[in-house]
């Protein structure tokens, strides 16, 4: 994904992808080395910012990032979603987004369970067939959900580090939320989604949904700070990291 938006853009935004899993680095380059998308064979931890600014192909993004994209990649190290959202949060600009994409237990575990059917067999085994999900579930999903936490659990982690946070996405179990130090911006982004292709029996939420909204934080919005170049906030050509 970060590739493909990174060659739409055509130089626009500069994007940096990372996995330990060779895999994926295998299916990044499996057309070539893109000119504005860079790929990290390890996990993001180990993104040092003295090692963003040693390495020349990851010293563009030694100042920072304005997006940061979490997909499904805390729930497969631990529940701790405040000291992970804190670490990565260290590499973050201070008006930049925090995209989480998560699954998300159910206090409701029967409600849960319901979802985690209609997944599978009314989605899954379009594609896949019994083996290869129950495969999976044994591969990755105890994994997974010993590590996942409530969307309120994440909203007290996220408040944490961030001002604002509005769930952008769901599907089923899943959710996406979108945080920032900036209302501005996350409103600009949203601004931009369109409707998203899922059959609304899939979707439990009318969205977008606030999780929280520091108000006063309006005054210090630092997506609208007059110190700074304000000609191109809502200029595409503006450079972006990812």
Known sequence: MARTISELAEGR???????????????????GDPPHATFFHGPFH???????????ELAKFASGFDIIFEDTTF????????????FVSQHLKNDGLFL????????????????????DH????????PTEIMAKKAAVLIV?????????????AVKRCFQHCFVTWNSGNFCTLVASNSLSNIERFMSGLIKPAIPTEYVYETLP???????????????????????????LSRDWRC
Not at 18 to 28: H, L, M, Q, T
Not at 218 to 223: A, E, I, S, T, Y
């Open 13 to 31: 935004v500069e994007s940096l992808s990372c996995s330990p899993n060779v895999e994926n680095y295998r299916s990044f380059m499996a057309y």
């Open 46 to 56: 180990h993104l040092r910012k003295d090692l963003l600014r040693m390495r020349q």
């Open 144 to 156: 997974m959900n010993r590590n996942e936490v409530t969307l309120a659990e994440m909203s007290d």
């Open 100 to 119: 989480f994409v998560e699954k998300f237990k159910n206090r409701d575990i029967d409600e849960y369970h319901r979802r985690e059917l209609q997944k």
């Open 122 to 129: 009314g989605f899954k085994a379009r594609f896949f067939g």
């Open 75 to 86: 729930q497969m190290y631990s529940p701790n979603r405040s000291d992970q959202i804190e």
């Open 209 to 235: 949904v606030l999780l929280f909204n520091n108000e006063e934080a309006r005054v210090r919005d630092p997506g609208t700070d007059s110190s700074k170049d304000s000609g191109n906030r809502n200029d």
